[in-house]
């Protein structure tokens, strides 16, 4: 009896293993390791780590989307241990799903305060000294400089603090005041020197078209240099700067141009209608326009070429323009400037695609003639 008892014990011991043992086979190899490596730490008494928990999403306030959980104290701390103290830098703030995109966002924040106040400034500056000028050609000129200078690329810029907050990057970027001043400073210092030569070079040119063209680059520095300075005004500087007063070259390019007289000598193809167009376009912008050569103070030569343009379309013929136009100045004979432009026209056939094509060129032309005398 005794026999079979424990017979029957070790029976019942077997089966069980038996059932107990798939749940020991589901465990993962990764799931036994970090088991045996708790067993070891607790048999040689160490602290054993605790395990890591799934992060529950994160959602951007922008976006409302969710985005990977990241450990917030890896990004809580700032990138340089800097004092941005108000006293010494400019500094903006960014938001991104990313930490370089905060960085971008504050940096072009930053470039913001400078940009829309650099723009009202300059824009002020230029109406002022302006309004004795006739013309409204060189306003749209002097303006497009300003959009242009206006756009600024802070250089030297320092990124401070990056952080986690509710879902979004974020950054501190900071502008170093006292260096942007050296920096900024010793830029219009140069331009101002620049400027001084241009101003002998036109003083001592001897034609009309030779002063003017150094007082047209001078317009361009200026503008330069007064964007600079009204960087310096955002900072607080600008008043340590002495600034040139611009009216009086204005005014003397504007005689310049009133007085100048412009010969046209146009050949080729429509040679008569090109002339037409840009004689007209000229005068409705304040210069005059003359008839003889030894008159001029600038004469203004082009050719004009028509090539037909072959294609398969059956309905239409295509022709080419082309014009080729040079600036000389009539003391010297020497040239100036040298424009060049080509269109195509499409018609019926191709005399009237040579008309539209030549219609297309010469206003090619003349905006850059314009452009060139402005």
């Known amino acids: ?46 602290q054993t780590a605790p395990q890591k928990q799934a992060q529950p999403p994160v959602y951007s306030k922008k976006t409302q989307q969710a985005v990977a959980p990241t450990p917030t104290t890896s990004y809580n701390e700032p ?30 924040e930053l470039s913001n305060i400078f940009e829309a106040k650099i723009s009202s400034e300059v824009k002020s500056k230029v109406r002022q000294v ?32 990056v952080k986690r907050e509710q879902g979004e990057y974020v950054a501190v970027v900071a502008l170093d005041k006292y260096k942007a001043k050296e920096d900024w400073g010793n830029d219009i210092n140069k331009l101002n020197a620049k400027i001084d030569v241009l101003l002998k070079k036109s003083s001592s040119a001897k034609s009309k078209i030779l002063k003017l063209i150094p007082l047209k680059k001078i317009l361009g520095l200026w503008v330069e240099k007064e964007v600079l300075i ?23 390019i504007s005689n310049l141009k009133s007085s ?30 003359g008839d003889y050569e030894s008159d001029a103070d600038i004469l203004v030569t082009a050719s004009v070429t028509i090539k037909k343009v072959k294609n398969n379309n059956p309905r239409f013929k295509f022709s080419r323009a082309r014009v080729s ?39 090619k032309v003349w905006k850059k003639l314009v452009e060139y005398l402005n």
């Open 1 to 46: 009896m005794k026999y079979r008892l424990f017979i029957l014990l070790i029976l019942i011991f077997f089966l069980a293993g038996c059932v107990t043992a798939p749940a020991k086979k589901s465990r993962s190899h990764k799931q036994q390791q970090n088991s045996a490596s708790t067993a070891f730490d607790e048999l040689d008494g160490r």
């Open 79 to 108: 990138e340089a241990t800097i004092d941005l103290a108000s006293s010494r830098y400019l500094t903006a703030k960014g938001y991104g799903a990313s930490k370089p995109e905060a960085i971008r966002q504050a940096k072009a």
């Open 130 to 161: 302006s309004d004795s000028i006739k013309g409204p050609s060189f306003k749209k000129s002097i303006q497009s400089k300003i959009r242009v200078e206006s756009s600024i690329e802070l250089e030297g810029v320092i990124t401070g603090p």
């Open 230 to 252: 009204s960087r310096l005004r955002v900072l607080g500087f600008s008043s340590e700067f002495p600034q040139k007063d611009l009216k009086p070259i204005l005014i003397n």
């Open 260 to 289: 100048m007289l412009i010969d046209l000598d146009v050949s080729g193809a429509h040679a008569q209608t090109v002339r037409d167009s840009i004689a007209e376009t000229l005068t409705d912008r304040g210069f005059k326009i």
């Open 325 to 363: 136009l040079t600036i000389l100045d009539s003391s010297t004979n020497n040239q100036v400037g040298q424009i060049t432009a080509d269109a195509r026209g499409a018609g019926l056939n191709y005399d009237e695609a040579a008309r539209k094509a030549v219609g297309k060129v010469t206003k």
